[in-house]
């Protein structure tokens, strides 16, 4: 298993039959901030509005991530082509309980392509495989439909325990939880 200090010397490739997950690189910043401000994705992310407000301050948001360890973001690309296409990220992970949170976002010319079930299924695998957690839970909007088939499709499930009374639902409402519990 990789634990925080193996990872702090740089992050794995995670390939697919179509896709390549890398580390956020210098030459990103661009292009993610592109993606994420995008009208059709950013409404959808929970990512603050000063944060995105400059790519350079973006691009410091991920690099802090990536020093702390705190999110593992991976950019998502095409098998011989380096165009971003997406973000997929493992975040709020905590090593010792095993835990984290399934974060992504793909550009608008990818949605419907599959390529953001295919970027969850990897980083699902890595984090149960290569991180051992135990728990991976996600977030979207309720009436966001694809994204709740991504989540379905890659394992995960309508968390039972999610009501308007969760911590969750009352910071943010109109949000719904999906986990996915490994078996041990």
């Known amino acids: ?45 929970g990512i603050h509005t000063s ?27 095409r098998q011989g082509d380096d165009t971003v296409m997406g973000l997929c990220s493992l975040q709020r992970w905590d090593e010792k309980k095993g835990t984290a949170m399934i974060g992504y976002c793909v550009s608008p010319s990818c949605w419907n392509t599959g390529i953001a079930t295919e ?9 149960l495989n290569e991180l051992g957690l135990r728990q991976i839970r996600g977030r979207c909007e309720e009436d966001n439909h694809a994204s709740r088939k991504v989540m379905l499709k890659c394992g995960l499930v309508r968390d039972p325990h999610d009501s308007a009374e969760s911590v969750y639902t009352r910071q943010l409402p109109g949000l719904i939880t999906f986990v996915l519990e490994a078996d041990l």
């Open 1 to 45: 298993m990789l634990s925080k200090d193996q990872l702090r010397s740089g992050y794995p490739v995670i390939e697919t039959k179509r896709l390549i997950l890398r580390g956020i690189l210098p030459k990103d910043e661009m292009d993610l901030y592109s993606l994420i401000t995008d009208p059709a994705v950013y409404p959808h992310l």
């Open 51 to 77: 944060t995105a407000l400059f790519p350079s301050r973006l691009y410091r948001h991920f690099e802090e991530a990536n020093r702390t360890l705190s999110a593992l973001h991976f950019v998502i690309t």
């Open 119 to 127: 970027a969850v299924k990897a980083m699902v695998d890595f984090g």
